[in-house]
């Protein structure tokens, strides 16, 4: 069996995350995501695990596209940093968004799982 380096499974969980986000799939963003998430958004809300699960489950917010690009993976140690950009069509609250954002999402590996603990995500500036 092939050994998957650190960046190709940071890969992988990206892929199933925003898969996850589109299809609102609790279970695999339960697992994916690390009890102590920090989500910070583009306007600047802050969300946890449980806040931003709850969201995608009532349907308050919901991804109907996503596009990502300009993906960059560094790994230390335990800590993987992904750096790419998201082009979104989103609902919040009822409302239609289109998201063009740079991001940091932040992976923690724990024993051998890694799991997204922090994402930060802001604009892109035209």
Same mark, same amino acid.
């Not at 560094?74 to 998201?86: A, K």
């Given at each position: 069996?092939?050994?998957?380096?650190?960046?190709?499974?940071?890969?992988?969980?990206?892929?199933?995350?925003?898969?996850?986000?589109?299809?609102?799939?609790?279970? #695999?963003?339960?697992?994916?995501?690390?009890?102590?998430?920090?989500?910070?958004?583009?306007?600047?809300?802050?969300?946890?695990?449980?806040?931003?699960?709850?969201?995608?489950?009532?349907?308050?917010?919901?991804?109907?596209?996503?596009?990502?690009?300009?993906?960059?993976?560094?790994?230390?140690?335990?800590?993987?940093?992904?750096?790419?950009?998201?082009?979104?069509?989103?609902?919040?609250?009822?409302?239609?968004?289109?998201?063009?954002?740079? @991001? @940091?999402?932040?992976?923690?590996?724990? #024993?051998?799982?890694?799991?997204?603990?922090?994402?930060?995500?802001?604009?892109?500036?035209?």
């Amino acid at each position: 069996m092939m050994h998957m380096t650190d960046k190709t499974i940071l890969e992988n969980l990206e892929e199933r995350r925003y898969a996850a986000m589109l299809n609102a799939d609790i279970s #695999v963003l339960k697992d994916l995501l690390h009890d102590e998430l920090s989500y910070m958004h583009s306007t600047g809300e802050l969300e946890t695990k449980e806040s931003y699960i709850s969201g995608l489950r009532r349907g308050t917010s919901a991804y109907k596209k996503v596009r990502c690009s300009d993906r960059t993976i560094r790994v230390h140690n335990d800590i993987g940093l992904v750096f790419h950009r998201l082009e979104a069509d989103v609902v919040f609250q009822g409302n239609a968004r289109h998201l063009d954002n740079r @991001l @940091l999402a932040v992976c923690s590996r724990e #024993v051998d799982q890694w799991r997204m603990i922090r994402l930060q995500s802001g604009p892109v500036v035209r």
